[in-house]
């Protein structure tokens, strides 16, 4: 069955610093693809970065980038110079071969001043 | 970039009432609408894909009479909670899909809308 595993509940992480939420995946498709959103307090899903099955390269956008290691099957976010705003829930997810999201439990972030 | 709007944001109604949620992609034509349900502090849980000028698919344990779904065009979705009741209040989320299942998909291809928090009193 696919799944989507995060394992960090909540995170408390000190302003400027660097952090990684984990995001472990299960599926038996080749191709697949795996994002990562930001949800504030507000409720909207904010995409943030993806990465498809066959992409070689980690996936970066600005201060985001996707560890991405294929054989341990693990999709972990990072966020370099954490900052105020980056406060929120974060949620791993991946596309299954209907082009549905699985989701993960998501990860709560709080970034201290 | 693709923008999903969502009405209304926010809703009260009285037990037994029905509600309707619309979604609708402003700039794109949505082949696919996905609507979700989230608890607080909880993930989203997919209730049904929604395909236009067909009926809903509706994922296991989701009642198809309780929450009526009706993508009439390329651009709107409604969700409809008949008769709805305090365990119907829920943040509701929907997102809309461009492309085809024939070609592969590379990037973020599912939009979200800001989601409508209802509340059943």
């Known amino acids: 069955a696919q799944k989507i595993t995060q394992t960090q509940p909540g995170m408390f992480v000190q302003e400027k610093e660097a952090v990684t939420l984990d995001c472990t995946y299960d599926?038996?498709?080749?191709?697949?693809?795996l994002f990562w959103y930001k949800q504030p307090s507000s409720g909207e899903m904010i995409f943030l970065i993806y990465?498809?099955?066959?992409d070689e390269q980690n996936a970066t956008e600005g201060r985001y980038s996707l560890n991405f290691q294929k054989a341990r099957k693990s999709a972990n976010l990072v966020i370099s110079a954490s900052q105020l705003g980056d406060s929120a829930m974060y949620f791993c997810?991946?596309?299954?071969?209907?082009?549905?999201?699985?989701w993960g439990a998501g990860t709560k972030l709080i970034i201290k001043p | 970039g693709a923008v999903v709007s969502q009405h209304p944001s926010r809703v009260i109604c009285k037990s037994g009432t029905s509600v309707k949620i619309e979604c609708r992609s402003l700039?794109?034509?949505?082949?696919?609408m996905f609507w979700y349900r989230q608890f607080p502090k909880k993930s989203l849980m997919l209730m049904a894909t929604?395909?236009?000028?067909?009926?809903?698919?509706?994922e296991q344990g989701v009642e198809k009479d309780k929450f009526l779904i009706n993508h009439a065009s390329l651009t709107l979705s409604t969700l409809t909670v008949t008769s709805a009741h305090p365990e119907d209040s829920s943040f509701y989320i929907c997102s809309a899909r461009t492309g085809t299942s024939d070609r592969p998909s590379s990037y973020n291809e599912q939009f979200f809308g800001p989601g409508t928090r209802l509340t059943v009193l």
């Open positions: 599926t038996s498709d080749q191709s697949y693809g």
């Open positions: 990465q498809g099955s066959y």
């Open positions: 700039d794109f034509q949505a082949t696919t």
């Open positions: 929604s395909n236009e000028g067909s009926k809903a698919t509706y």
């Open positions: 997810a991946m596309r299954d071969s209907n082009y549905q999201l699985i």
